[in-house]
C-alpha cells in the first residue's frame, strides 16, 4: 500500500492526460468527414496505443 500512495500524484496527471488524449482524438473522429484511412481502422489506434495513438491521429490521421 505504501507505493501507491507514493506514486499516485504522479500517475494521476498522467492518467488524465491519456484520457484526455483520447476524447478529443474520438471526438474529432467522429466529426470528421474525411480522414486519412479507414475511421475504423483509427479507433483501435486511438484506444489502444497509449499515448501514441491518439497523437499520431491528431498529427497524420486528419483530413485536410
Do not use: C, H, N
Amino acid at each position: 500500500m505504501e507505493w501507491s500512495s507514493q506514486w499516485l500524484p504522479l500517475i494521476f496527471p498522467i492518467l488524465l492526460l491519456q484520457v484526455g488524449l483520447m476524447v478529443v482524438a474520438l471526438v474529432d473522429l467522429i466529426r470528421r468527414e474525411r480522414t486519412r484511412g479507414p475511421k475504423l481502422v483509427w479507433v483501435p489506434v486511438i484506444l489502444f496505443i497509449s499515448f501514441i495513438g491518439p497523437i499520431t491521429y491528431l498529427v497524420f490521421g486528419r483530413g485536410e
